[in-house]
């Protein structure tokens, strides 16, 4: 009778067994981490690391240039010399105007000496009134002459200065227009010259994006080699005239801060972009369209259990989706297979998807 029992009892036992639900195994999602942006990037220009003060040198008289004295990209101080004329003709008018000041250094010797003799002459009643009056004539003339000698001499030293061209300031210089053996003219372009002290960026802007810049817009210069050095900038002159061929507006930035690695013609990326409200951009695939409401898939942080949450769609693209409300800064969202989620169902965070 005890095994009529048992039998019964045991197969019980096994249909209780098999009856029991096996837990589910958590499914691996994808996900992204929810980065507020605060910011509209209106786009990324090249540019270049200029001197925001630039001088272009030039001779002050005419003739041959016999030496440059450096290369491009010398730094020179304050009055060094830069380049050199040949000075001969300078050299011959100095001789001239020399010889002509000795020559009328003896004249007016010979006028005081006649003036001082007539007035004798006239003081002890010898002497006419007219030859007195001749005598200094002459020597006020020659004494005027003498004034223009001196000038001419002076005015040939500084025409013999001016064949050699010196620095005006402390910098660098970063281009040459004129080469040796080269004759140039008065005021002809012949050395650029810039301070390196006050840098600036220079980008060229698209004609729409310069006539309206929105307001608050930041931009920030980084270097091509380095992104890693960067500095914040503001707008300093935007040129009024678009150029010819490209359309576009030579834009010159003021530099918060001059990092070491700027120098200049150094390359740099400068991004433009204009503060806007807090929204979110996530991978469209994250995104679940349903009776006419958007939703995304939370994941939550403590239980990996999922569930869907409202969302207010900005705008897309092709890829992504900007959500100005929904979610919050650190959410992790499901970015695949959310069409298989139920709520509350368990995940395994897989990794997180690059958006």
Same mark, same amino acid.
């Given at each position: 009778?005890? +095994?009529?029992?048992?039998?019964?009892?045991?197969?019980?036992?096994?249909?209780?067994?098999?009856?029991?639900?096996?837990? !589910?195994?958590?499914?691996?999602?994808?996900?992204?981490?929810?980065? =507020?942006?605060?910011?509209?990037?209106?786009?990324?220009?090249?540019?270049?690391?200029?001197?925001?003060?630039?001088?272009?040198?030039?001779?002050?008289? =005419?003739?041959?240039?016999?030496?440059?004295?450096?290369?491009?990209?010398?730094?020179?101080?304050?009055?060094?010399?830069?380049?050199?004329?040949?000075?001969?003709?300078?050299?011959?008018?100095?001789?001239?105007?020399?010889?002509?000041?000795?020559?009328?250094?003896?004249?007016?010797?010979?006028? $005081?000496?006649?003036? +001082?003799?007539?007035? !004798?002459?006239?003081?002890?009643?010898?002497?006419?009134?007219?030859?007195?009056?001749?005598?200094?004539?002459?020597? $006020?003339?020659?004494?005027?002459?003498?004034?223009?000698?001196?000038?001419?001499?002076?005015?040939?030293?500084?025409?013999?200065?001016?064949?050699?061209?010196?620095?005006?300031?402390?910098?660098?210089?970063?281009?040459?227009?004129? !080469?040796?053996?080269?004759?140039? *003219?008065?005021?002809?372009?012949?050395?650029?010259?810039?301070?390196?002290?006050?840098?600036?960026?220079?980008? %060229?802007?698209?004609?729409?994006?310069?006539?309206?810049?929105?307001?608050?817009?930041?931009? +920030?210069?980084?270097?091509?080699?380095?992104?890693?050095?960067?500095?914040?900038?503001?707008?300093? !002159?935007?040129? =009024?005239?678009?150029?010819?061929?490209?359309?576009?507006? +030579?834009?010159?930035?003021?530099?918060?801060?001059? =990092?070491?690695?700027?120098?200049?013609? *150094?390359?740099?990326?400068?991004?433009?972009?204009?503060?806007?409200?807090?929204?979110? $951009?996530?991978?469209?695939?994250?995104?679940?369209?349903?009776?006419?409401?958007?939703?995304?898939?939370?994941?939550?942080?403590?239980?990996?259990?999922?569930?869907?949450? %409202?969302?207010?769609?900005?705008?897309? %693209?092709?890829?992504?989706?900007?959500?100005?409300?929904?979610?919050?800064?650190? %959410?992790?969202?499901?970015?695949?297979?959310?069409?298989?989620?139920?709520?509350?169902?368990?995940?395994?965070?897989?990794?997180?998807?690059?958006?």
């Amino acid at each position: 009778m005890s +095994r009529i029992w048992i039998m019964p009892l045991a197969a019980a036992l096994l249909i209780g067994c098999s009856e029991e639900k096996i837990p !589910e195994p958590a499914r691996p999602a994808l996900y992204v981490v929810a980065q =507020p942006e605060l910011a509209q990037n209106l786009g990324r220009f090249a540019g270049t690391i200029e001197a925001r003060y630039e001088s272009t040198l030039g001779f002050r008289v =005419p003739g041959r240039i016999v030496r440059r004295y450096y290369d491009v990209g010398a730094v020179v101080k304050q009055g060094d010399i830069l380049a050199s004329l040949d000075p001969t003709d300078q050299q011959n008018n100095l001789r001239a105007a020399r010889g002509d000041l000795a020559k009328v250094q003896a004249q007016l010797i010979n006028a $005081k000496a006649n003036a +001082r003799r007539q007035q !004798e002459l006239f003081d002890r009643g010898v002497g006419a009134q007219a030859q007195l009056d001749i005598a200094q004539t002459d020597l $006020k003339t020659t004494q005027a002459s003498m004034q223009q000698a001196v000038a001419a001499v002076n005015q040939a030293q500084d025409q013999l200065s001016y064949c050699t061209l010196r620095a005006d300031h402390d910098a660098v210089i970063t281009d040459w227009q004129a !080469e040796a053996g080269q004759v140039v *003219s008065v005021g002809e372009e012949v050395v650029t010259l810039a301070r390196p002290d006050i840098k600036e960026a220079v980008i %060229d802007l698209p004609g729409p994006l310069a006539d309206a810049l929105p307001t608050g817009i930041e931009f +920030r210069v980084a270097g091509q080699l380095d992104p890693n050095v960067n500095t914040a900038a503001h707008v300093r !002159e935007i040129a =009024p005239q678009a150029d010819s061929a490209t359309r576009t507006h +030579r834009t010159r930035l003021t530099l918060s801060q001059t =990092p070491a690695a700027f120098r200049l013609g *150094s390359s740099v990326s400068v991004t433009v972009s204009s503060p806007i409200a807090e929204h979110f $951009k996530i991978p469209l695939s994250a995104l679940q369209e349903t009776d006419n409401h958007s939703q995304v898939w939370v994941i939550d942080p403590t239980t990996h259990a999922v569930n869907p949450r %409202d969302v207010t769609v900005l705008r897309r %693209d092709a890829h992504n989706v900007l959500l100005s409300g929904g979610v919050k800064s650190g %959410d992790k969202i499901v970015s695949a297979g959310v069409h298989s989620l139920n709520p509350g169902q368990t995940v395994r965070l897989d990794k997180e998807s690059s958006q």
